[in-house]
């Protein structure tokens, strides 16, 4: 099917899920939808992501046909990619458009054997550095996008921000001190093809010392960056920058900031981190879905067009990873004035590290071993750990808490025929 054709005779209902701000991409591309396919109704149905992902399962094993269509997040990937649960999308036609899309993200949603492809890309999320330009002026700090990326290559530099915007009790450089040493496994590379743990890394002691640092001086708010403390802080320039996905932006701009035009600057990573990618979704078709045809419409429209993904890359900053939709100059190059008009623009900076970033193992332990880095590193510094201590805390408690699930992804590619003892 040609997505960009349409096709006015297929029809029926169709019920989309996911979580915020997908529900904001997919009613900005709608309107192209239903152009092209006048006769699919679509019904959005989006609550929190780990609700999402909750209901999503429970229909799944239940064969129940709660979703038509469904958002997976990328940490969530390895754990559906070998689901009989979920349709194949090559049965579907889905070969056809596979070298329009950004080959690593593919990649991670073919299942183990190599036989299917259980969920089509949306979105990749080159990591960024925003911060608040307004506070950063009155610190004496830099603001060009380009300048502060270089005063911030360093920890020094880092720690020097840090101290100059801190205001005790009132004003601090970042949410959380451990998300300087998160950012450096932000690209979600925790194994390599052996599954083996790969926590050490050249410069992750450098970091961790930072950290201790931070956190000693009190440089950091110490609350977690996802929290409502941690939004309202970034709305008030009480916490002046955080680092995340490229999709952050559409964050700002639509539930954290949107008083914030002007207020706000996208730069590389601090700390000389490598380009990395911080999440990205994709879409799935539940096998138990009763209108497939229309489904496929509707993932093939909103992913696999340069109108549907550039609608959506407009109304919440996810950046394709449909190829050919980073083509059009008077989006990716165009003045973002919510960002002050920087040069470059926070999307053609996302188009320059997503150009740079490296293929990862995905495997089933990912969101585990993610979520072991914030709470086993602030274990860290409440223990008053150096930073091999840190590191050593953080090994054991990945080991320990993927340990069973672990088994369950050796059993996946022993079933697969692709595990080597």
Not at 194 to 216: F, Y
Request: aromatic share 12%.
């Amino acid at each position: 099917m040609d997505a960009s054709a349409g096709d006015s005779s297929i029809s029926g209902s169709i019920v989309v899920g996911g979580w915020p701000s997908g529900d904001d991409a997919f009613e900005a591309a709608l309107p192209g939808f239903q152009e092209k396919y006048p006769n699919i109704e679509v019904e959005l149905q989006f609550t929190d992501t780990t609700a999402h992902h909750q209901a999503l399962q429970t229909s799944l094993a239940a064969g129940s046909g709660d979703f038509d269509v469904a958002m997976v997040e990328g940490a969530y990937i390895a754990q559906y990619r070998d689901s009989k649960a979920l349709a194949d999308l090559r049965s579907l036609g889905a070969d056809s458009i596979k070298d329009d899309f950004v080959e690593f993200k593919w990649n991670q949603a073919i299942s183990s054997d190599g036989e299917r492809l259980v969920a089509l890309p949306w979105d990749i999320g080159p990591a960024q550095y925003f911060y608040r330009t307004d506070v950063f002026e009155e610190c004496g700090l830099p603001t060009d996008p380009t300048e502060v990326a270089e005063m911030m290559s360093t920890w020094d530099g880092v720690l020097e921000a840090a101290e100059k915007v801190y205001v005790p009790g009132q004003r601090w450089l970042l949410p959380d001190a451990s998300y300087l040493y998160f950012l450096m496994f932000c690209n979600r590379d925790y194994y390599n093809e052996n599954l083996e743990l790969q926590v050490e890394r050249d410069g992750d002691l450098d970091c961790l010392n930072a950290v201790i640092k931070m956190r000693e001086n009190g440089w950091d708010m110490n609350v977690d960056m996802w929290s409502t403390e941690a939004y309202a802080a970034y709305a008030d320039g009480s916490c002046a920058s955080v680092a995340t996905g490229s999709w952050f932006g559409g964050f700002l701009k639509k539930d954290i900031d949107p008083e914030g035009s002007g207020h706000w600057g996208a730069a590389k990573l601090y700390g000389n981190i490598a380009s990395s990618n911080w999440g990205g979704s994709f879409l799935v078709i539940p096998e138990s879905s009763e209108n497939k045809e229309a489904a496929w419409a509707f993932v093939t429209y909103m992913l696999a067009t340069v109108e549907g993904q550039n609608a959506m890359f407009e109304a919440v900053d996810y950046y394709p990873a449909y190829k050919p939709a980073w083509e059009d100059a008077s989006i990716y190059e165009a003045p973002d004035a919510y960002f002050g008009n920087q040069t470059p623009t926070p999307k053609s900076l996302a188009a320059d590290i997503a150009a740079d970033i490296k293929p990862v193992v995905t495997t089933m332990m990912d969101t585990t071993a993610e979520g072991c880095i914030y709470s086993s590193v602030n274990s860290g510094l409440q223990q008053g750990l150096d930073a091999e201590g840190i590191r050593s805390l953080l090994i054991s408690d990945i080991e320990a808490a993927t340990a069973e699930v672990k088994q369950q992804q050796i059993q996946a590619l022993k079933d697969a025929g692709v595990w080597q003892e």
